[in-house]
């Protein structure tokens, strides 16, 4: 709590201290840094709790960016959703995009929880590559070049045009998200979930139905990381197929094992590292994936928990 806490409080004086030090592209890079810990954070809810292994996790990032950049881009075109004239608004587009990453996720889960294993971390890579597939072929919005965002959903009350005030919108979705799953992980639901990781046989003949509770931890999880997605496309002002690649998950699952598999909080803190390295690395030199590489394999062999898992579960403790 004391880490949530102190990290909160650090992470709410950003704008302060890049207007201090006139480095306002320090707003930009935390931004950036909140959006995938958001990420990092949903997919740590069925890696470390479900002990279910998703390789096509960027598929529902992808689609949340896709749905808000076609929504407004409609509207540009004086055709918006549904003839609505304020279908890009925030309360409108994002709760949309959101109803579409659950149902893809109910649909992918729904299949590969008939299996385990490997068979399951095939299946949702075939899943995240058939939705990268598509996304290319829509030609109208951009196919691989991608599709413009022309501006931010509006949010009534607040000005998201300017980056302090679209990075604390991603800092207090990324604080209540967070929040809200680790209620859910200490919950019964959670404690079931968590006794299916350790042992599924004990948990059946307990009385517990595997699938459903991993099928709704799996759709959460989508739906958190579609709202990643939302929040990269407002960000980036520009979705790409490469946000639903299987690299992108690879990325979302270095950032997890990074700051500690099944600690919720771990994520955030390797999201930070994870992209701070990279922005480092990449100054330095353009092949920072060759120095990148060989720091993660050297995390994974110290220790099964990461920078912080250890820490934070000792803390826990």
Known sequence: MWFALGGLALLCLTPVVASLTGTPYLVNLVTRFAI???AAVSLDLVLGYGALVSF??????????YVVAII??????????FGWGDSQQAFIAWP????????????????????????????TLAFGQMVYFVLMSLQIYGGDDGLMMPQRNPLPGLDLKHPATFYYVCLALLAAWTFLCIRLVNSRFGLVLQGLRQSERRSVNLGVAPTPHRLIAFVLSATGTGLAGILWANFAGLVTPDMA??????????????????TLLGPIAGAAVFLGLEQTLSAWTEHWMIV??????????AGRNGLFGGWLRAGHD
């Open 36 to 38: 995938y810990g958001l």
């Open 56 to 65: 096509g996790h960027a598929m529902f990032f992808g689609l949340g960016g």
């Open 72 to 81: 407004a881009f409609h509207a540009k075109q004086g055709s918006p959703l």
């Open 96 to 123: 949309l995009a959101l109803a579409c990453c659950a149902l893809l996720g109910l649909a992918t889960g729904y299949l590969a929880l008939r299996t385990r294993g490997v068979q399951f971390i095939m299946i």
């Open 245 to 262: 690649s299987w690299t992108k998950s690879g990325e979302f699952m270095a950032i997890v094992i990074l700051g500690g598999v099944g």
């Open 292 to 301: 990148m590489g060989p720091l993660l394999v050297l995390v994974v062999l």
